[in-house]
T-cell receptor, first 110, second 114 residues
Framework: QKEVEQNSGPLSVPEGAIASLNCTYS??????FFWYRQYSGKSPELIMS????GDKEDGRFTAQLNKASQYVSLLIRDSQPSDSATYLC??????????FGTGTSLTVIP | SAVISQKPSRDICQRGTSLTIQCQVD?????MFWYRQQPGQSLTLIAT?????????ESGFVIDKFPISRPNLTFSTLTVSNMSPEDSSIYLC???????????FGPGTRLTVL
C-alpha cells in the first residue's frame, strides 16, 4: 500500500464549476497535510496546508481533512482555465517523512 | 515561503558525462533535499543533505552516481555522474521551513541526456 494515494485522473471540469481532488494516506500518526500545484514543466508550488480536522479556506481553495478516515481533499471553486495543472497531495508522517502522491491532472475547459 | 534558486535551469548532455546542479537558499536551513521527477511521474527523493555530514541516500540511489556536497547552511550541489538517457528528469532542490513544517521547492533543473 502506498503512503499517499490519489486518483491520477485526468479530471476535467467546465470553467466556473467546482473541482474536487481527493487523497488518502496510510500513516494514522500524520500531522501535516499539503496540496501543491504543478504546472507542466514547472516545479511544485505550495497552495494549501492543513493540520486540523475540518475545512480550511483560502480564496477559491478549500482543503478538507478527516483524520479518522485518513482522507484529505481540495476543492477549487469557480474553476478557471489557469487552474489546469497537476495537483500533488503531500503528507508529513509521524516520523517526519514527507510523502507525495502521484498527482491528479486537472483540466478546466473554457 | 523560501526563496530557492537552482543552476542550471536546463541542460542537454551527452551520455557518459556528468552534470553538477547548484542550489542556493535565501536563509540558513538544516536539511536540504534533492528530488527527481521523471517524465509523467511524481517526486522521488534522492537524498537528504545535512551540513557537515554525509548525505543520506534513499533506496535505489547511491553516492557514486549522485554525489552531494553541502559546504554551508545555504548551499548544496548534486552531481549526476556517468549519465545515461534514463537520467533524463527534472531535478529539484527542496527545503523545509521548520516554523511552518512545510517543504518548498526550487525551480528545478530539466536534464536531457542524449
Amino acid at each position: 500500500q502506498k503512503e499517499v494515494e490519489q486518483n491520477s485522473g485526468p479530471l476535467s471540469v467546465p470553467e466556473g464549476a467546482i473541482a474536487s481532488l481527493n487523497c488518502t494516506y496510510s500513516d494514522r500518526g500524520s500531522q501535516s497535510f499539503f496540496w501543491y500545484r504543478q504546472y507542466s514543466g514547472k516545479s511544485p508550488e505550495l497552495i494549501m496546508s492543513i493540520y486540523s480536522n475540518g475545512d480550511k479556506e483560502d480564496g477559491r481553495f478549500t482543503a478538507q481533512l478527516n483524520k479518522a478516515s485518513q482522507y484529505v481533499s481540495l476543492l477549487i471553486r469557480d474553476s478557471q482555465p489557469s487552474d489546469s495543472a497537476t495537483y500533488l497531495c503531500a503528507v508529513n508522517s509521524a516520523g517526519n517523512q514527507f510523502y507525495f502522491g502521484t498527482g491528479t491532472s486537472l483540466t478546466v475547459i473554457p | 515561503s523560501a526563496v530557492i534558486s537552482q543552476k542550471p535551469s536546463r541542460d542537454i548532455c551527452q551520455r557518459g558525462t556528468s552534470l553538477t546542479i547548484q542550489c542556493q537558499v535565501d536563509s540558513q536551513v538544516t536539511m536540504m533535499f534533492w528530488y527527481r521527477q521523471q517524465p509523467g511521474q511524481s517526486l522521488t527523493l534522492i537524498a537528504t543533505a545535512n551540513q557537515g555530514s554525509e548525505a543520506t541516500y534513499e533506496s535505489g540511489f547511491v553516492i557514486d552516481k549522485f554525489p552531494i556536497s553541502r559546504p554551508n547552511l545555504t548551499f548544496s550541489t548534486l552531481t549526476v555522474s556517468n549519465m545515461s538517457p534514463e537520467d533524463s528528469s527534472i531535478y529539484l532542490c527542496s527545503v523545509d521551513r521548520q516554523e511552518t513544517d512545510t517543504r518548498y521547492f526550487g525551480p528545478g533543473t530539466r536534464l536531457t541526456v542524449l
